[in-house]
């Protein structure tokens, strides 16, 4: 673990968030703040490594297929329409492959390990609650599905508000419901593969940025 302390990058977390959502809804600066969102992004990534624990090889291979799916995924949907829709993506995200900013497939990799990241802690607590073992399938069924949910869910949340900075825009304005089939479809098999390389380092930092960011799209939904 590069960060011993985890109450660094927490605090890293939090203030490049707060800041984000004070600039972008009391300050002029609206659109500095907004133009420099790839660079928390890939803060955000490094200081997701950096937490981990141990970097281990199932890690390295997570991130390297969560990338590659995300990326192809997405560019399937934006040069067919047939995966999440008819959508294009801004300039805000930076450098494109085939229309979609390379940040995009980094991006999946956060919200999916994240998500995976807490569905894995909460069903250790609520185990500890049984007294009776819990069929293995069982629990990994629930990360994967949960996991899925949670992450559409997250996408449900960041969808108005990335419309509304520029980071993408849907054809006719309206999202349909094929993006969040897909987002569920997608995430539940990235999961499903999280299962199977079987990370064992801790991340707790991992669930702490999943808040902090719902947090941060929450406040931007609800005031922007």
Same mark, same amino acid.
């Given at each position: 673990?590069l960060?011993k302390?985890?109450?660094?990058?927490?605090?890293?977390?939090?203030?490049?968030?707060?800041?984000?959502?004070?600039?972008?809804?009391?300050?002029?600066?609206?659109?500095?703040?907004?133009?420099?969102?790839? %660079?928390?992004?890939?803060?955000?990534?490094?200081?997701?490594?950096?937490?981990?624990?141990?970097?281990?090889?199932?890690?390295?291979l997570?991130? %390297?297929?969560?990338?590659?799916?995300?990326?192809?995924?997405?560019?399937?949907g934006?040069?067919t329409?047939?995966?999440?829709?008819?959508?294009?993506y801004?300039?805000?995200?930076?450098?494109?492959?085939?229309?979609?900013?390379?940040?995009?497939?980094?991006?999946?990799?956060?919200?999916?390990?994240?998500?995976?990241?807490?569905?894995?802690?909460?069903?250790?607590?609520?185990?500890?609650?049984?007294?009776?073992?819990?069929?293995?399938?069982i629990?990994?069924? +629930?990360?994967i599905?949960?996991?899925?949910?949670?992450?559409?869910?997250?996408?449900?949340?960041?969808?108005?508000?990335?419309?509304?900075?520029?980071?993408? +825009?849907?054809?006719?304005?309206?999202?349909?419901m %094929?993006?969040?089939?897909?987002?569920?479809?997608?995430?539940?098999?990235?999961?499903?593969?999280?299962?199977?390389?079987?990370?064992?380092?801790?991340?707790h930092?991992?669930?702490?940025?999943?808040?902090?960011?719902?947090?941060?799209?929450? +406040?931007?939904?609800?005031?922007?």
């Open positions: 673990m960060y302390k985890p109450a660094i990058p927490l605090f890293i977390a939090i203030l490049f968030h707060f800041m984000g959502v004070l600039g972008i809804l009391l300050t002029p600066y609206r659109d500095w703040f907004i133009a420099n969102t790839p %660079l928390t992004l890939i803060l955000m990534g490094i200081l997701l490594a950096a937490s981990q624990e141990k970097i281990e090889k199932g890690f390295v997570f991130f %390297l297929l969560a990338f590659v799916t995300g990326m192809v995924t997405e560019m399937i934006v040069n329409g047939i995966l999440f829709g008819d959508y294009v801004g300039t805000v995200m930076g450098p494109k492959l085939f229309g979609v900013p390379f940040l995009i497939g980094m991006n999946w990799f956060v919200i999916v390990f994240c998500c995976g990241s807490l569905m894995h802690r909460l069903n250790k607590v609520m185990l500890a609650k049984y007294e009776a073992p819990i069929p293995v399938a629990i990994k069924w +629930s990360v599905i949960d996991g899925a949910v949670l992450a559409t869910f997250f996408d449900w949340l960041m969808e108005p508000v990335a419309i509304k900075l520029g980071f993408w +825009s849907w054809e006719g304005g309206t999202i349909p %094929l993006n969040y089939a897909c987002w569920f479809g997608i995430s539940a098999v990235l999961l499903a593969v999280q299962q199977q390389l079987k990370i064992k380092a801790q991340n930092f991992a669930i702490h940025l999943l808040i902090i960011q719902a947090l941060f799209f929450l +406040s931007l939904r609800i005031f922007l």
